[in-house]
């Protein structure tokens, strides 16, 4: 028995006895927490009871007095140590919660930085950390640390809330290599931080700016010895090579058992081979976590410290469900603390020891690939399994019992192990599995301690290789990870002199190696061309593929396989493959250069700082962590925290509600339903379409919020969601797709009248050339890193609201509409939304009324702040459209005609439509005289559609795109020549808005982009380069942008004031920070126009006094629409002043305040704008975008390797801003059409992709590897504000060009297969659509 695990002499239960810190050989006394028996006993051996660390230099000792599964930043936030850190997914996926984290090294003795992440991070596994966070490292009081200074010069934060999570990535690398931080390293490293705002080209230039360009590091700390120490020591123990800690007095030594009692279960961190010997023996049939990096829990709920299967993310908060019940872990035991976890031996054998992060082993395996090239390879493919802070907390041992308890989790780690041959070791008598046998051994209660392989025999030729194909570039799960080996002569055609290894995951449960195919290659000529065929067709028809719905289909799946195993044949062949077949070895991914990127823009130093690239005003702020969400507001006292329970189908009658058991709930206070509503149960304007805030009746889809439960803190709320007992009856299949609502002619009324200009039937039905076909493109969750959430409090006046929202007017309605209080009791107050995207124009009045209806209802401060699953679940997203068309056109491809069928999922409910609109953008930048167009409104068992950035537009624009696409097919012209052919001229009248287009320069600036981007030259080398190539493709292609911007019911409320004494001026103004710097150019126009220092001006929260009827920020017009409010506000400020100016002689700008201030002049202006626009848009702004891309025929992977973007900007107020929303729409439309994709269980409904797991927006490597930005220069724009035009919105439509270049690419590989038919390339554009529309035959895959 351990010494600190007294047993309870009565009930049997083990706990510690009193809190102590190292009790040896005293006899002490206790009452059982269980069964309150009163026992004494004597302690044989020194223990901890608790554990110690120091955040920010300050030290913390902690009992078991949080649960078990508590992680660190909960106890950061909920302690204010640090609001500074975020979160957001608690899944590692998201990197807003990062720290620093000073380890010690058990194997080089020394204490190196790493960013971990603090969702994951139990709080009782952090004993002996010195951990630092984004606030204390620089804050605005003391100082910016360097590395947050440099994220904001280089305006690398929008929104902000991804910010702490860079920096602290940053400094925690630039700590762990000192000086020698490369480029390469940094351009690597950021893999684990999700920035939706910025597109990451402004972070990765400002902290590559930082790094040494060379692409080995100079100089570092490395938690490995020298490798060449470690190969020449021998182990006592096992008379192999190791790292000799066995030896070292370190850390470990003359350490104490820690050993934690908690309600339901114990935590220990054992130090010794004896106390986890013991420890495992006096807790046999016990539920043991073994813990390592507890990371596994960011993948499956199960297998954190307290079993969550049921209640997913509560266990993360302090305080609550430790003691879950009879599921959770009985034991946790903390390995960190255990040496011998940390072996390493280099011999005929080659050990690691079980404790050994992913860090660890791919610095190792780095260091030692020059000797053996397959180290490298090894190294490769750890460097894909998850991102950098998760690997600097995971192992390869937590890994390989995920895939032990799931059998279809897409290990990397199994199939390295499997092409490594790898005996994992278990127990201290020298147990081993065999890595083949190891899925169907039961290790239960077992400890893994090490893995070992033989190194491979330098003289044979002996092939590794390794291959992982996933949704996304990095930081994803595979869809397929190939590992291959094959020992092979190459001087007898390849004879392959020993059986394969063929291995997968990604394919199921059920299919792992292939066996059959291995064992006929044994002895076979992998040169000859039938035994590779037979290979192939073998491997086929072995291969089993499980369906999944939230994954790629089993046929690509299947497809993905073969193909992979075709690689690496063409890898082992090499130079001895056909020419054009060796491309087809190629990993894009690998080959990827570090990207760069060029911005050119006007600047006019006359009229600074308008048009003046300056920083964002908030940036320091958010750059150290003291930008203020709303979560980060202080808990008032008594307030309580709220969750939603949400309906778990999709189509059916809310038949009761049964909230017994979550009321007896310790902390529980109301569980309130629709009843409970004292007003109106609509939370939106519209009476035609009414929004429920919670579910009346009908259950209109799955996610949909039946109750909220209010309780203590949010773990017990989040917790009590599930003991709410819910029932249906009526319940019927789901309607989910646009395909499915047509069948079903499920619609709503028709949403706006046709468009009909000319004579479209007649114009097509008279054209030589008439083609028809449709396009459709998916939804996408606009992922704000900062969930929906909003903090009411009563007051004497009614509610005082922190609401994250883009329309603080609808708010406050909705509060109003649901509570029965007046609009004038209901105080709103918006500092800065942590991303939005048109999400939180609409749908966060949704949780504000929720939330000031359970402020209401109880009379307390109330907190609803969404998870990231209910958040994807509830809340609407883009809406997917569908598009027939009929075109009419020449021989030569001029338009005649166009009719066009939109069809637009708008989920439950229409409301938040934008049809009408839609029919304006349809165009885009094409002149065709006869258009009709027609919009259906589809229904569907989802949630209510919103906006997302370029509603409309984004659609409107694509599917006329692909409709050119489809003519220059047809004839067989190059699309660009059709485009051009088409394309708008300057004074020509745009038929659908009748408009005339005024400074139309699409095509000289067409003809400049080209010039600049080298198209031509480069075009022509894509052709060669494909003609020459079978399995690698390559596409370039050129895509214009015309976008109408609208002012139409565009009203906002702005006020300046001027204060006396120090002259200082404060606005507020009707907008919303969002991200897009707003503030910051209310404040530059403001300076020029008071002729002021941009120093004297605040910008102060958006309310609901001063921006009272305030329409929402979005459309991408409100900067501008503030800016002119400000501008007339300072002009009647000025001219209020004139008179007082004129009577002094030159005066001080602060010694004319106070003039006017003695002369009892009002310093304080209002405005409000309402501009009239008598067009259907105020102004046109234009574009053009050349992409190209590298496209993996056998896989469907891509490699965006440059863009060309000409953007007309006007004159910019703020180049470096506009520059910001144009990298970061562009990129937010990259994920649109190319990786993001929501996938439904199609039973009940239930969005599937609702986890960082599963769901793919753009990461740090799915950015353009060249991304060069142009603002047509001299270019004012005569019908804006200061000769502006609007950038937030127009450059998303531009992304769609990254489309049509791996259209390119792919009808080159469909025209090598044998096909050249025309295809719709739909949205997104996934790796599997564009594999599977490459028709491969693997007939085909041939060497010569
Ligand atoms: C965001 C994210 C992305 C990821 N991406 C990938 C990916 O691309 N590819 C991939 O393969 N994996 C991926 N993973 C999984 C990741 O590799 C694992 O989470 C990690 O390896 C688990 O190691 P750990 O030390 O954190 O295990 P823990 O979470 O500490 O433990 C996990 C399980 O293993 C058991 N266990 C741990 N150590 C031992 C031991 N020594 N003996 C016996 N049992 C033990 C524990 O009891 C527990 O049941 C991802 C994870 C996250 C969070
Ligand atoms: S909250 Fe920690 S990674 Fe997302
Ligand atoms: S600035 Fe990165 S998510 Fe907004």
């Not at 034991?331 to 255990?338: I, S």
């Not at 885009?924 to 258009?931: G, H, K, L, T, V």
């Not at 409107?956 to 692909?962: K, T």
């Amino acid at each position: 028995m351990s010494s600190s695990n007294i047993k309870c002499p009565v009930c049997h239960s083990c706990h510690v006895p009193v809190h102590s810190s190292g009790a040896n050989n005293e006899v002490q006394a206790a009452t059982c927490v269980h069964c309150g028996h009163f026992f004494k006993f004597r302690a044989v051996g020194p223990y901890k009871s608790t554990i110690s660390f120091t955040v920010n230099g300050q030290s913390y000792t902690v009992g078991p007095e949080y649960s078990p599964g508590s992680a660190l930043n909960g106890f950061l936030r909920d302690q204010r140590i640090s609001v500074g850190t975020k979160h957001m997914c608690y899944q590692g996926g998201c990197g807003t919660c990062l720290v620093e984290a000073k380890l010690f090294e058990p194997i080089s003795e020394q204490r190196l930085s790493y960013a971990v992440n603090s969702c994951l991070v139990p709080l009782y596994s952090c004993d002996g950390w010195d951990i630092r966070t984004v606030d204390y490292i620089g804050n605005l009081r003391k100082g910016l640390h360097p590395i947050q200074k440099q994220i904001a010069s280089y305006n690398g934060s929008q929104c902000g809330y991804c910010t702490p999570g860079q920096v602290m990535n940053m400094f925690a690398l630039t700590e762990y290599y000192g000086t020698g931080l490369t480029k390469k390293q940094v351009e690597d490293s950021f893999d684990g931080v999700i920035c939706r705002c910025t597109g990451y080209r402004p972070i990765l230039d400002a902290f590559k700016d930082m790094a040494i360009p060379h692409n080995r590091p100079t100089s570092c700390q490395t938690a490995i010895d020298d490798i060449e120490d470690l190969r020449s020591r021998k182990c006592p123990k096992t008379n192999s090579t190791c790292s000799g800690t066995c030896k070292k007095t370190n850390m470990f030594d003359g350490q104490q058992l820690t050993h934690l009692v908690f309600a339901d279960s114990q935590w220990f961190k054992p130090t010794s081979e004896k106390d986890v010997t013991s420890i495992i023996e006096n807790n046999k049939g016990k539920k043991i976590m073994f813990l390592l990096g507890n990371t596994a829990k960011g993948v499956y709920g199960d297998l954190g410290p307290d079993n969550y299967d049921v209640v997913m993310l509560t266990y993360i908060f302090i305080g609550v469900y430790g003691d879950l019940g009879p599921d959770n872990y009985d034991v946790v035991m903390d390995l960190t603390g255990f040496r011998e976890m940390y072996s390493i031996s280099f011999d005929t054998d080659i050990i690691f020891g079980a404790g050994l992060t992913f860090t660890h082993l791919v610095d190792i395996l780095t260091r030692v690939s020059q000797e053996q090239a397959y180290f490298g390879e090894c190294a490769d493919l750890l460097k894909r399994v998850a991102n950098l802070p998760v690997r600097n907390r995971g192992t390869w041992a937590g890994n390989l019992c995920m895939i032990h308890k799931h059998n279809d989790f897409p290990s990397d780690v199994f199939v390295l192990m499997h092409v490594l041959k790898a005996r994992i070791w278990t127990g201290f008598m020298g147990d081993s599995i065999d890595i083949k046998d190891f899925l169907n051994t039961d290790i239960t209660g077992k400890l893994i301690l090490a893995f070992d392989f033989t190194d491979l025999d330098e003289d044979t030729t002996e092939v590794i290789k390794f291959y992982k194909i996933s949704q996304r570039n990095q930081n994803d799960h595979a869809y397929v990870t190939g590992g291959f080996r094959m020992k092979f002569d190459k001087t007898d055609r390849f004879l392959v002199t020993e059986p394969p290894v063929i291995v997968y995951t990604g394919l199921g449960a059920h299919f792992h190696s292939a066996t059959k195919t291995e064992t006929y290659l044994n002895g076979k000529n992998l040169s000859d061309a039938n035994v590779l065929k037979t290979a192939i067709s073998m491997l086929s028809s072995e291969i089993i593929v499980d369906s999944s719905p939230v994954l790629s289909s089993v046929k690509y799946r299947h497809d993905l396989a073969v193909a992979l195993f075709y690689k690496f044949v063409l890898h082992v062949a090499g130079d001895q493959a056909g020419m054009k077949y060796r491309t087809g070895s190629t990993q894009l991914y690998l080959d990827r250069p570090i990207s760069s990127g060029q911005q050119s823009y006007d600047t006019n130093k006359l009229e600074w700082p308008v048009t003046e690239p300056l920083q964002k005003l908030e940036a320091n702020a958010q750059a150290c962590g003291e930008a203020e969400y709303v979560d980060d507001i202080p808990s008032q006292p008594g307030q309580l925290e709220a969750a939603f329970v949400l309906s778990t189908v999709g189509n059916a009658t809310l038949t009761s509600i049964d909230a017994t058991e979550a009321l007896k709930l310790p902390g529980v206070v109301k569980v309130i339903t629709a009843k409970d509503i004292p007003g109106v149960n609509n939370w939106n304007f519209s009476d035609q379409y009414p929004e429920e805030v919670l579910a009346g009746d009908k259950i209109l889809y799955c996610g949909q919020p039946v109750a909220i439960v209010l309780a203590e803190d949010y773990g017990t709320a989040l917790g009590a969601v599930y003991a709410v007992k819910v029932t249906y009856s009526d319940i019927q299949p789901p309607i989910l797709t646009i395909d499915d609502a047509i069948k079903s002619q499920s619609f709503f009324p028709k949403p706006c009248e046709d468009k009909n200009v000319g004579e479209a039937d007649t114009a097509i039905a008279n054209s030589p050339m008439k083609i028809n076909g449709t396009i459709s493109m998916g939804t996408q969750y606009h992922f704000h890193m900062e969930t929906q959430s909003s903090v009411c409090i009563p007051t004497e006046d009614g509610l005082k609201v922190y609401t994250g929202t883009q329309w603080i007017d609808l708010s406050q309605y909705a509060i109003a509409n649901v509570t029965g209080l007046k609009k004038n009791s209901i105080s709103i107050e918006v500092r800065r939304l942590g991303g939005a995207y048109g999400a939180k124009i609409t749908r966060n009045s949704w949780i504000a009324a929720a939330c000031g209806l359970s402020a209401y209802l109880v009379n307390r401060p109330v907190k609803l702040r969404l998870t990231l699953g209910d958040n994807m679940k509830m809340m609407g997203k883009r809406f997917p459209y569908k598009a027939q068309y009929q075109i009419g056109f020449t021989e030569a491809g001029q338009l005649n005609g166009i009719k066009l069928q939109y069809y637009g999922d708008c989920g439950c409910n229409p409301g938040d439509a934008a049809f009408s609109i839609m029919e304006l953008w349809a165009d885009n930048a094409y002149m065709c005289p006869n258009w009709s167009i027609s919009c259906t409104a589809v229904k569907t068992n989802l949630p209510s559609n919103t906006a997302a950035r370029s509603p409309g537009s984004l659609p409107a624009i694509f599917i006329m795109e692909s409709m050119m696409e489809h003519v220059a097919k047809t004839i067989n012209k190059d699309p660009l020549d059709i485009r051009m052919m088409n394309m708008f001229t300057d004074t020509q009248v745009d038929p659908l808005t009748q408009m005339m287009l005024t400074n139309c320069e699409l095509k000289p600036q067409i003809a400049l982009l080209q010039a600049n981007a080298e198209y031509n030259d480069r075009k022509q080398k894509v052709v060669t380069f494909n003609q020459n190539n079978r399995w690698k493709k390559k596409g370039i292609s050129l895509v214009p942008l015309k976008f109408g911007i609208d002012w139409t019911g565009v009203h906002y409320g702005c006020q300046v004031c001027i204060y006396w004494n120090d002259g200082t001026v404060a606005i507020s103004h009707g907008g919303i920070e969002v991200g897009q710097g707003i503030n910051t150019k209310v404040a530059q126009v403001c300076a020029y126009e008071l002729g002021i220092s941009m120093e004297m001006i605040k910008v102060l929260p958006t309310n609901s006094l001063v921006s009272a009827n305030s329409i929402t920020t979005g459309g991408s017009i409100t900067s501008e629409n503030c800016c002119a409010g400000v501008i007339e506000c300072c002009k009647t400020l000025i001219a209020r002043m004139k008179p007082v100016k004129d009577k002094m002689s030159d005066p001080t700008w602060v010694k004319l305040v106070n003039k006017c201030y003695d002369e009892g002049i009002d310093l304080n202006a209002r405005f409000w704008t309402n501009p009239v626009q008598k067009t259907p848009f105020q102004y046109y702004s234009y574009g053009a975008t050349i992409a190209e891309v590298d496209f993996d025929v056998l896989t469907g992977e891509h490699q965006l390797t440059r863009v060309d973007l000409l953007f007309d900007c006007g004159e910019s107020t703020n180049p470096a801003l506009d520059v910001g929303q144009v990298e970061g729409a562009f990129v937010m439309g990259l994920g649109y059409w190319l990786t993001e994709q929501c996938r439904y269980d199609p039973d009940t409904g239930a969005l599937l992709t609702n986890s960082t797991w599963e769901y793919k927006p753009p990461s740090s490597k799915d950015i353009p590897v060249d991304f060069r930005v142009n603002f047509v220069k001299k270019n004012p724009n005569p019908r804006g504000v200061l000769g502006a035009k609007a950038c937030g919105e127009p450059p998303m439509c531009m992304s769609c060009s990254a489309l049509f270049a791996l259209k390119r690419a792919i009808e080159s590989a469909r025209h090598d297969a044998g096909v050249e038919n025309f295809f719709p390339l739909h949205g997104p554009a996934t790796v599997e659509a564009c594999q599977q529309l490459c028709l491969n035959d693997p007939s085909q895959y041939v060497l010569i």
